[in-house]
Every structure is written in structure tokens, then in C-alpha cells.
């Protein structure tokens, strides 16, 4: 059975972002969401009978969900793995839309982490081997795999804020990010400490907000509102859960999940035209660039100076502002699919990647721990 280019995304919107109005809770911002991108297609709410989505602060999100929307789906999956969760929605759905098992699928997701704070529904687990030198997570273990980067490949301050400052250029293209203002390098090496080497502008924002996307079959795409970006290949690998248990703490899972997703796309990295990558760090882009085989391990580092990855680079890379400009409500990874899924559409305004065919949106869950791949294409590539 050929999965490859079998649905799309056809519908995607953001909730409210930011600092959302006091009082909505995050099946609010959900439900926001999911009215929004229904409208986007031009589908109705009584089309959805697939229900995919993860949450922090909700102890049952699907449950929560399709009670307050009033809908009992044939389908439903609320696998949580962290911010890569929805990436991992995209290739249950597509098993599921293939087998028949439902025909409109929504992934969904809505967060109040800024307004309200964290919930007290997920708790870290006591590990024996790091709880008792209390950990401050996640910078802590980032900041960990950050320093035996440096170590091994002398990665220095410089080359993560150009990460930093990539990302804000493309943020001050993006009107619904929260980042509004310039950033230059020295400001990020200037800023304020977090968890040695990592500065604030090294770490993502912490906002409000959520989002949806619609998922149908490619016969029945073609017939809606929207330019359909089909999903040409998704791969998901699990490595650890405690960073102290990473087998590498410079080569994560995107290893096996990158390949997965190319060997089902039939596509390389040389095919992909815009990068959408999790940077809840300015680590983090570093290690996908060069585990989803768009540089040798240990140049990630140099490769993303000079401009490379900014507006009028050469691999545009997270065109919206990322996590550490545009906004992070804790579980990026559904932003991280609406961008990639606006790029392949052409609807992407003054930030738009021209002749965009072929985009790759990644997911990163937990300490590196889960890490998941999707390669949207456009009709050309089918």
C-alpha cells in the first residue's frame, strides 16, 4: 500500500497567540483553531469524524475536546510525546484516512502557559540518576547536549546567536509574531544567563496560543478551498526519556526519523526547499540540520552563519520566527506543520519561499527524546 502523497493538509490556522484574553482556557484556543481552519478549507465541523491531539494541561485532550465541540469521532488519537506529538498525529491520520478508518481529520492543540502557568496534570517523574541534583528542565539538559557540543566541535556562543538572529529576521516578516523587534549577535551573547552556555535569547519564548490543522484524502483535497500540501513522507524514532540516558548527546533520533521520512517521500535532503525545524533551543537547529543530512555532523555550527539560514539565504530555515521568535506555547510542533503546510500553499505573504515544493517540518519532544519528520509537497511532486 503506498502511503506516499495519499493526504494533505488542506486547512490550517492559529489560535490566538501571545497573551491571549483572560478567562479562555486552552480548549478555547482549541476550539478557536479548529473553527478557523475549517473555514480556511471550507469544511464544516460535522465533516470531522478524526480527532488527534496532545496537550499539557489537559489530563484527556481528546476527551475535553470533543465534549466541549459537541462531536463523537469515529477515530480519535491523543498520543503525547512531547512537542514532536503532532508530527506523529500526521502519520497516524494517514494510516487512518488510508485504512478508512476516518475521512476528515483534525490535529489539534491549545495552551495557556504564559496567562495561567503550567498545570499541575503532568508532574516530572523521580529519576534516581538526576532528580536528586535537581535539574532546572528542560534548559538544564539542553544547556547539557549545548556544552558537549561546543566540547567536541568547537561550537562557540557566536554560532548559536546566529541562530538567534536568524530567526528573528524572519519573525519581523511574520505579523503574528510575538518577537517585533531587530536582534543583532552581540545582543545575544549580551543577554541575560539561563543555564550556562545558553542565554535568554537562547531559549524559546514562552506564550499562549495553539492551533489546528485539517487532514483529508488527495481525491478529496483537490476539490477544496485551499492548494492542498501533501504529505509526502513521515517518520517518527523515540531515543530516551531522561537526558542522563541519551546514548549521544550531539546525534539525536532524527537520524532514524529523517530517514524513514525520505525513504517513504522517495525525496533526500538535496530535494527540500524550506526547513521548518523545533528550536526550543539555538542547539536544537544545529543538531536537525546536520541529523537530517543537510551537513556533515559538527559543521552545523559554521553552516548556519552568514546569513545562510536568514531571509535571502540559501535554505531559508523557519520562516515564521521559530519557537525562539514567533511563539512557543509549550508544545511547538503543530506551528512548526501550519508553516510548512502555508509555504507549500503559496500563502506565506512577504515571508513566502518561492518555487516552494518540497517542505520539511520536524518535531522535538521531551530532552531530544522523541523526534518525528513530515516532508509536505506540492502537486508537482506527486
Not at 75 to 84: A, E
Not at 105 to 114: C, D, E, I, K, L
Not at 222 to 230: E, N
Request: aromatic share 6%; hydrophobic share 40%; glycine share 10%.
Amino acid at each position: 500500500m503506498t502511503l506516499r502523497g495519499s493526504i494533505a493538509i488542506v486547512g490550517t490556522a492559529e489560535s490566538d497567540l501571545g497573551a491571549v484574553a483572560p478567562g479562555l482556557s486552552p480548549v478555547d484556543l482549541m476550539a478557536q483553531a479548529t473553527h478557523r481552519a475549517l473555514a480556511d478549507c471550507g469544511l464544516q465541523l460535522s465533516d470531522v469524524d478524526g480527532v488527534f491531539a496532545a496537550a499539557g494541561q489537559l489530563r484527556v485532550p481528546t476527551l475535553t475536546y470533543c465534549q466541549y465541540m459537541g462531536i463523537q469521532p469515529r477515530y480519535s488519537d491523543s498520543t503525547v510525546i512531547g512537542g514532536s506529538s503532532f508530527m506523529a498525529h500526521v502519520l497516524h491520520a494517514m494510516a487512518a484516512i488510508r485504512q478508512g478508518l476516518c475521512n476528515v481529520a483534525v490535529v489539534v492543540y491549545g495552551s495557556t502557559q504564559r496567562s495561567q502557568g503550567r498545570s499541575n496534570v503532568r508532574r516530572e517523574e523521580y529519576d534516581p540518576y538526576e532528580s536528586p541534583y535537581r535539574p532546572w528542565l528542560p534548559p538544564t539538559a539542553y544547556a547539557l547536549a549545548t556544552s558537549r557540543y561546543m566540547h567536541e566541535y568547537g561550537a562557540t556562543r557566536e554560532n548559536l546567536a546566529d541562530v538567534a538572529v536568524a530567526a528573528r529576521q524572519w519573525a519581523l516578516l511574520n505579523p503574528a509574531a510575538w518577537e517585533k523587534k531587530p536582534l543583532t549577535r552581540q545582543e545575544v551573547l549580551d543577554s541575560r544567563m539561563v543555564c550556562s552556555p545558553l542565554s535568554v535569547r537562547d531559549c524559546c519564548l514562552v506564550t499562549d496560543g495553539g492551533g489546528a490543522i485539517i487532514l483529508t484524502s488527495a481525491e478529496r483535497a483537490k476539490d477544496l478551498r485551499q492548494k492542498p500540501a501533501y504529505v509526502l513522507g513521515a517518520g517518527e524514532a523515540l531515543s530516551h526519556q531522561n537526558i542522563s540516558n541519551m546514548a549521544n548527546l550531539t546525534e539525536t533520533a532524527a537520524v532514524h526519523s529523517g530517514r524513514r521520512a525520505y525513504d517513504m517521500a522517495g525525496l533526500s535532503a538535496a530535494d527540500v526547499d524550506v526547513l521548518e525545524l523545533y528550536d526550543a533551543f539555538t542547539i536544537t537547529p544545529i543538531l536537525f540540520l546536520e541529523d537530517l543530512g543537510f551537513c556533515a555532523k559538527g559543521e552545523g555550527a559554521s553552516f548556519v552563519g552568514g546569513g545562510r539560514i536568514a531571509p535571502g539565504g540559501s535554505l531559508p530555515v523557519n520562516t515564521n520566527g521559530g519557537g525562539l521568535s514567533y511563539c512557543h506555547p509549550g508544545m511547538y510542533g503543530l506551528l512548526i506543520l501550519i508553516e510548512a503546510a502555508r509555504q507549500i500553499q503559496g500563502v506565506a505573504g512577504q515571508r513566502q519561499v518561492s518555487a516552494c515544493d518540497v517542505a520539511l517540518a520536524h518535531g522535538n519532544g521531551g530532552y531530544f527524546s522523541s523526534q518525528c519528520t513530515v516532508l509536505l509537497g506540492s502537486e508537482a511532486t506527486l
